[in-house]
């Protein structure tokens, strides 16, 4: 495991991450976490020299949310700012917001509220070739800080290559008033960044993948700071909201270390990319990850009761039943995983048989015999 390897090993990664020869991270350049930041929006704005003409991409809740207090800020600040309300993650919505945002001649793109409205701000604005902002309104997974977006299309969902956002506005304040499975779901994404880890390791060591050691201890002391707190995250607080900013602004900076989705995405990703495809009401993001992670732990032979703890501790689902999906889709979504992205080495290899993916679903308690 990353935190328990012996100093040879250590020395080792060391030198393969400098042994790089160039690597390009791409990181916000403003982070702002706490009560209220969502006022510093003009400020920020300013700092970065945006022209203030803004494209602010947002849904049908979240407009209400932050998405028009947002526009009147801009506009008293002397800028003009266009709203667009979407539903869908997807390519058709993509390119209604790029010609949108052309037309408009936005200097940046604010992504306002949960994972679809900040993945849509992501890809469009770097159609236009201009920055975007996220400014999250809920903390359900880490790809609020991250440079990939996830588009869905034929019931698919892909993650293609974005840009990172310049700045992330996380009001705590606001994001505490979510409801609560979102941060609960936040909070799983993280925490499944332990078995990613080790999917990880174990490619480095079985197909000489190229490994950051940095960028594996970043997502691991993100899983870390949610275990550890998983007593503190309750529902309307704001100082849990804060924990899993920070835990998720940390995962998404492993991200941008590594140039890929590597230290916080493994077969317990792969599993929740399966589900999405073929669950007929398939879970938040972060809730399906996190119940993939206990089962892969599983799987590596690590403490798999520990994640489950900590996410029942923290209120998020551990069971098939608590995310509403059925026993014979978790068992479906087990055995296809490891074709989702087949290049992405992890614990599953070529795939498990069906009788051992009832097993380990059976025996770790995500389904009942
Ligand atoms: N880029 C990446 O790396 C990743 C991207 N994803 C993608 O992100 C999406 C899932 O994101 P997720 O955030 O889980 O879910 P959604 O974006 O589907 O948002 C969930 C719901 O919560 C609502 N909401 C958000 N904030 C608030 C609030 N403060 N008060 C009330 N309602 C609120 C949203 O409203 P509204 O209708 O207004 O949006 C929406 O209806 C998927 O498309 C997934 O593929 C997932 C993981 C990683
Ligand atoms: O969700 C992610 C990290 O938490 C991104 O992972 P994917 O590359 O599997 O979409
Ligand atoms: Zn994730």
């Not at 408009?104 to 902002?133: Q, T």
Request: with cysteine.
């Amino acid at each position: 495991m990353i935190m328990k390897q012996n100093e040879e090993q250590i020395i080792a990664d060391w030198r393969e991450d400098d042994a790089v020869a160039m690597k390009w991270m791409e990181f916000p350049r403003e982070i702002l976490i706490g009560k209220n930041v969502l006022n510093k929006v003009p400020d920020v704005l300013s700092k970065l020299k945006i022209n203030q003409k803004v494209l602010l991409v947002t849904g049908k809740n979240t407009v209400d949310v932050a998405g028009k207090q947002i526009r009147e800020m801009i506009e008293t600040a002397g800028g003009v700012c266009e709203i667009c309300v979407c539903e869908k993650a997807s390519y058709e919505e993509v390119d209604k917001i790029t010609e949108t945002g052309k037309a408009f001649e936005a200097d940046c793109f604010l992504g306002v509220g949960s994972g679809r409205s900040i993945d849509l701000a992501k890809l469009s604005s770097k159609n236009c070739d201009v920055p975007f902002i996220s400014i999250p309104t809920a903390a359900s997974h880490d790809g609020i800080v991250s440079a990939r977006a996830s588009i869905h299309s034929d019931g698919k969902s892909e993650s293609v290559e974005a840009q990172a956002p310049i700045a992330v506005i996380a009001d705590t304040e606001i994001i505490s008033r979510a409801p609560f499975k979102l941060l609960a779901a936040g909070c799983g994404d993280v925490i499944s960044n332990y078995t990613s880890v080790l999917d990880w390791e174990l490619a480095s060591r079985h197909q000489n993948e190229s490994f950051s050691r940095s960028a594996a201890m970043m997502a691991y002391m993100s899983a870390d700071m949610i275990s550890n707190s998983a007593n503190l995250i309750r529902p309307g607080l704001e100082s849990s909201a804060r924990i899993a900013v920070k835990a998720l602004v940390l995962s998404g900076a492993a991200m941008s270390v590594a140039g890929s989705s590597r230290p916080a995405s493994g077969a317990e990703h792969m599993f929740s990319h399966a589900l999405d495809r073929l669950a007929k009401k398939p879970a938040l993001h972060g809730e399906q990850c996190a119940v993939g992670s206990i089962m892969m732990m599983y799987l590596h032979g690590g403490d798999w009761q520990k994640i489950r703890d900590s996410l029942r501790q923290i209120g998020a689902p551990t069971t098939a039943a608590e995310m509403g999906i059925s026993n014979d889709e978790i068992i479906e979504a087990l055995l296809r995983a490891h074709t989702i992205r087949p290049e992405r080495y992890t614990i599953l290899g070529s795939g498990l048989t069906p009788s051992a993916a009832e097993k380990m679903a059976v025996v770790t308690e995500v389904i009942t015999e």
